[in-house]
């Protein structure tokens, strides 16, 4: 018992420092694309690290370093859609839509894993395309924002699934390595291509370096850990809710930082509290429904 409420408070912390990455994310001067170059870096490098010191095998075949390299490529494309969102509109707006991953989750895991969609899941999908229009109809000067936050939904959608099946036969910290790899290569190959990798700006800042070394350091590699471990011992059903909790915290974190520039209509939160109130009923569905 006193173990589950350790790992509890870790889960919390950890999703705590997931959703302080918007506020970064802001705070940070350069673009989405070099910024998510820089925290891969950062973080493949932490990782690394962190396995020669626990001395822990990364050996993995060659067909599934194919499919972590590739996956990474989804994962590196959803953090520059979400950290670009947040460039063109605001952290709120970003984190809510970003949450609606839940309602593209449902579509996409029964596509990919050849199963049934549920009333229950198109029940929820409603729900949430309900709030999207609420706050889109509010919200409209922040259109560019919506839609890449929307995008950067498809593509967590996207990978999550696909983890969710390559978690069965290997761990989730080699995996995470890999994709980070993955998204290292394909990000840089990308910059070689439009011919801006040589005019990325190395020459930051004191304070982007500084809060660049934050996001690739605690808000990756060291909460992916911690929240992988937690996993052992608290159930899915309780690490999908406090995950959910993301948006929260990083809402709360948005306006503590930038106040008035995160101040949102009313019609927003409304929208809000119907999207956010979907993915934590989403979770307690799914249950009832396994149990059944």
């Known amino acids: 018992m006193e173990a589950n409420k350790k790992n509890l408070l870790i889960l919390h912390a950890t999703v705590f420092v997931w959703g302080f990455?918007?506020?970064?994310?802001?705070?940070?001067?350069?673009?989405?694309?070099?910024?998510?170059?820089?925290?891969?870096l950062i973080a493949t490098s932490t990782l690394f690290v962190w396995f020669l010191i626990t001395k822990k095998s990364i050996k993995v075949t060659k067909?599934?370093?194919?499919?972590?390299?590739?996956?990474?490529?989804?994962?590196?494309?959803?953090?520059?859609?979400?950290?670009h969102a947040i460039k063109v509109s605001t952290v709120s707006?970003?984190?809510?839509?970003?949450?609606?991953?839940?309602?593209?989750?449902?579509?996409?895991?029964?596509?990919?894993?050849?199963?049934p969609i549920y009333g229950g899941d198109i029940l929820v999908g409603l729900l949430i395309i309900a709030g999207i229009y609420m706050i889109f109809k509010f919200e409209s000067q922040?259109?560019?924002?919506?839609?890449?936050?929307?995008?950067?939904?498809?593509?967590?959608?996207?990978?999550?699934?696909?983890?969710?099946?390559?978690?069965?036969?290997?761990?989730?910290?080699?995996?995470?390595?890999?994709?980070?790899?993955?998204?290292?290569f394909?990000?840089?190959?990308?910059?070689?291509?439009?011919?801006?990798?040589?005019?990325?700006?190395?020459n930051l800042s004191g304070k982007d370096w500084f809060y660049l070394t934050i996001l690739g350091t605690f808000c990756t590699s060291v909460a992916y850990?911690?929240?992988?471990?937690?996993?052992?011992?608290?159930?899915?059903?309780?690490?999908?809710l406090v995950t959910n909790l993301e948006p929260v915290y990083g809402i709360i974190l948005a306006y503590i930082f930038f106040q008035n520039k995160?101040?949102?209509?009313?019609?927003f939160y409304f929208g809000?509290?119907?999207?956010?109130?979907?993915?934590f009923l989403y979770p307690i569905y799914k249950n009832r429904k396994n149990h059944r």
């Open 21 to 40: 990455t918007g506020v970064l994310g802001k705070v940070i001067s350069i673009d989405a694309v070099p910024m998510v170059w820089y925290r891969v």
């Open 63 to 83: 067909k599934q370093f194919i499919q972590f390299f590739l996956t990474g490529g989804i994962v590196a494309i959803h953090w520059i859609f979400f950290f």
């Open 93 to 115: 707006v970003t984190l809510v839509f970003l949450s609606s991953f839940t309602l593209f989750t449902a579509i996409l895991e029964p596509l990919i894993k050849k199963q």
């Open 142 to 184: 922040y259109t560019l924002g919506i839609i890449f936050g929307l995008m950067a939904a498809v593509a967590s959608s996207l990978f999550s699934t696909i983890n969710s099946t390559l978690v069965q036969k290997s761990e989730p910290a080699i995996i995470g390595f890999y994709e980070l790899i993955g998204g290292l």
């Open 186 to 202: 394909w990000i840089t190959i990308y910059r070689f291509y439009d011919g801006s990798f040589t005019s990325m700006p190395f």
């Open 225 to 240: 850990v911690a929240g992988v471990s937690v996993m052992r011992t608290l159930s899915a059903f309780r690490v999908a």
């Open 262 to 267: 995160e101040q949102m209509s009313t019609g």
């Open 272 to 279: 809000a509290v119907i999207i956010l109130a979907s993915i």
